[in-house]
């Protein structure tokens, strides 16, 4: 435990700012309203915890800085990524000792983790929220008992006052940024669109079903057939594409919207089993989010048309935002963590990049 009166102060004079976009707004998803009501918080036990393998390193100032992260799980590609890049950041090389739950996309042992790090008085708290609702008691324990909480990845629609600091990507405008994108492709031809939604209640899937539905709203001859959850996995992704397939029949859509690459494997295994073509040459276009390195492969091999990035390379933002608190200065309320899109070769357009070989051999996730 260290310098919390200090860090109240600090935490308390925080700031809404915006950086690395020069975007003035929150993301519209902090006020979605929430999609499923919270598990009874009490039953649930903590997860397990990876224990510390090797000793950290003291910081500059001789203290280790311990740092609890409640990720949300294994669900996909981009949650691998997002892990790692936590684990190597904060990484007892670089003067921290991480105490990482994967809470296996449960929000009932999310909040038990996290009040697992305040009984522990860890000196910070980072936690990926499964789902948006819920938290406001757990995040005012966190604050009773002094310890700074990063909301990452996905927002929580708890008051701001209640955490340090917020930091992700900005869902609503990925969505939008799919809709737009769609728009000029199909340059006023009709769409009949079957939607595959990520986890429900999380704020990756709220955001991006409403940027997206923002653009349908604009176009009056596109048609949302259906709109599932796949739980943003493969399985799930192929699950709900062999219903949607059963119940509209081949020929009835020819655009199918997956909130995330491992969801749209797993429909493009199901298109494929009921001969269905999809990509630029098929019947059927793929839009995707998230641009994982595998994610990109199928983009630049023409099956998924347009990929739009969710970067999962974010735990520097929450380092920086460690660094500063413990030097006493103040910090943003909201840092965006920017992504773009991507699209199919042989596409231009003006909302996405156009992919070549070039662009996946730098794909560091
Ligand atoms: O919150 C980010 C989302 O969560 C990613 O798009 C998805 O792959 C992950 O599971």
């Known amino acids: 435990m260290k310098k919390k009166l200090a860090l109240l102060l600090v935490a308390a004079m925080t700031v809404s700012s915006l950086v690395a976009c020069g975007n003035s707004e929150a993301p519209a998803e902090e006020a979605a309203a929430p999609a499923e009501e919270a598990p009874a918080e009490e039953e649930a036990a903590p997860a397990e915890e990876a224990p510390a393998e090797e000793e950290a390193a003291p910081a500059a100032d001789g203290e280790v800085v311990t740092v609890g992260f409640a990720q949300v799980g294994h669900e996909s590609d981009w949650r691998a990524a997002n892990t790692k890049n936590y684990q190597d950041t904060f990484s007892a090389e670089n003067g921290y000792e991480l105490s990482f739950v994967d809470c296996d996309n449960d929000h009932a042992v999310q909040i038990e ?15 990926a929220p499964i789902q948006s609702a819920g938290w406001d008691t757990v995040l005012q324990e966190a604050q009773d008992a002094g310890i700074p909480v990063l909301i990452v990845d996905r927002a929580v629609d708890a008051a701001d006052t209640l955490y340090t600091t917020a930091l992700g990507c900005d869902m609503v405008a990925e969505g939008e940024a799919a809709g737009n994108w769609l728009a000029e492709y199909l340059d ?22 409403e940027g997206f539905n923002n653009i349908v709203a604009q176009n009056s001859n596109w048609k949302v057939l259906d709109s599932q959850s796949g739980d943003f996995t493969q399985a799930g992704g192929q699950e709900v594409m ?17 909130q995330n690459d491992n969801e749209a494997y797993g429909a493009m295994d199901a298109m494929d089993a009921a001969g269905i073509t999809y990509g630029v040459d098929g019947d059927v276009q793929i839009i995707s989010f998230d641009a994982t390195h595998d994610g990109l492969q199928y983009t630049l091999d023409g099956k998924i048309t347009c990929n739009v990035e969710c970067n999962p390379l974010q735990a520097g933002f929450a380092e920086e935002v460690i660094k500063k608190l413990e030097a006493g200065e103040e910090v943003d309320k909201w840092t965006l963590v920017e992504d773009q899109a991507f699209v199919a070769p042989g596409i231009e357009s003006q909302y996405a990049v156009t992919m070549s070989q070039e662009v996946l051999d730098g794909r560091a996730y």
């Open 242 to 258: 062999e219903s949607f397939i059963k119940t509209y029949g081949a020929g009835n859509f020819n655009v199918v919207v997956c």
């Open 188 to 209: 006023g031809a009709d769409a009949n669109i079957l939607v595959i939604e990520g986890s429900v209640g999380a704020s990756a899937t709220l955001g991006r079903t």
């Open 113 to 127: 983790t996290v009040r697992g790090f305040i009984e522990q008085e860890l000196d910070y708290i980072c936690i």
